[in-house]
């Protein structure tokens, strides 16, 4: 499953959902397919639904400790230091009020200086969007925005890697097969849409720049993304009487392979791209 995180930043007081890791399932599909689509995010969406639930497992302490789920990160969320350029911070969790480590630049690149800020004097600047921050209100000095619950942003990380990377096939000492293009699926960042839910969360890949409607490798995909020394290892198995699904288990399941997949194509013989007939592919043992 992939993992979410949810975090409140002291400095703007916004809550966000954001994806802190992807599972090797959905990193394998999206090697297959060009389409990044994380698992269900599942503990906000269905609390969401029950407002009084929410508002209790989410926001008010229990006999004194801090909120159940949301996290405390020092600094400002990515939504105000990006668009707009509040102070860019290390952000590390929090429940505290600690120095802010401050990231400055100068003529050699960027730089870390903790400085005490006080964030009652912080205001938003001029440009300061409500239609991209619906928290916001007319402020008095001393006071931040303040957001309303069921509107947390999302946030999806940036993937850059290999085809190769992606099915977990790079470490093979055959470059036969291999994909070595980089693909990188953009982060996302907006408000949560309880009526999307999945498709707001969801990337596609990008190569050079350009979005791709599939990033399909020919071979890769006509072997449901085994390599030929995945399939010397499978033929030695089943010579020892392995079952298929304990192959499987034994070294495809951690790449993220589903089972119905590998057991359709695991038995198959190797499918080589081909022009020299009507289909285009012929097989091989």
Same mark, same amino acid.
């Given at each position: ?8 930043? +002291? ?7 954001? =994806? ?8 394998? &599909?999206?090697?297959?397919? #060009? &389409?990044?689509?994380?698992?269900? $995010? ?8 029950? *407002? ?5 497992? *989410?926001?008010?302490?229990? #006999? /004194?400790?801090?909120? !159940? ?15 707009? &350029? ?11 009020? =600690? ?8 003529? &050699?690149?960027?730089? $870390?200086? @903790?400085?005490?800020?006080?964030? %009652?004097? =912080?205001?938003?600047?001029? %440009? ?31 993937? %850059? ?19 070595? !293009? ?7 960042? $907006?408000?949560?849409?309880? +009526? ?20 399909? %490798? ?5 072997? /449901? ?8 290892? =499978?033929?030695? #198995?089943? @010579? ?18 589903? *089972? ?8 198959? !013989? ?6 020299? +007939?009507?289909?285009? *592919?012929?097989?091989?043992?």
């Amino acid at each position: 499953m992939c993992e979410f995180g949810y975090f409140i930043y +002291n400095g703007c007081h916004h809550r966000f959902v954001e =994806i802190t890791s992807y599972c090797s399932p959905v990193l394998w &599909k999206a090697g297959m397919t #060009g &389409k990044l689509i994380p698992c269900k $995010e599942v503990i906000y969406t269905n609390m969401f639904y029950n *407002f009084t639930t929410v508002f209790t497992a *989410f926001s008010k302490p229990r #006999g /004194g400790k801090e909120p !159940r789920w949301w996290t405390g990160k020092s600094g400002f969320c990515r939504k105000c230091e990006d668009e707009f &350029k509040m102070p860019k911070t290390i952000h590390n969790e929090t429940h505290t009020e =600690i120095p802010m480590t401050i990231i400055r630049k100068d003529g &050699k690149g960027e730089k $870390e200086a @903790k400085e005490e800020l006080d964030l %009652n004097q =912080i205001l938003p600047p001029r %440009n300061f969007d409500s239609t991209y921050n619906p928290f916001f209100s007319p402020l008095k000095r001393g006071h931040l925005p303040q957001p309303e619950f069921d509107h947390p942003f999302i946030y999806t990380p940036y993937v %850059n890697r290999t085809v190769s990377d992606l099915l977990q096939i790079a470490d093979q000492s055959s470059e036969e097969h291999q994909d070595r !293009r980089y693909l990188y699926y953009p982060p996302n960042l $907006e408000l949560y849409d309880s +009526n999307r839910q999945l498709s707001q969360w969801c990337s596609c890949a990008h190569y050079m720049g350009i979005p791709l409607e599939s990033c399909s %490798n020919s071979y890769l995909t006509n072997n /449901g993304g085994l390599t030929l020394a995945d399939r010397s290892y =499978i033929q030695h #198995g089943l @010579k020892l009487g392995w079952e298929v699904e304990h192959i499987w288990r034994k070294k495809f399941r951690v790449r993220g392979m589903d *089972f119905e997949s590998f057991k359709r194509f695991a038995p198959a !013989r190797e499918t080589l791209p081909s022009l020299s +007939n009507g289909s285009g *592919f012929s097989g091989r043992e």
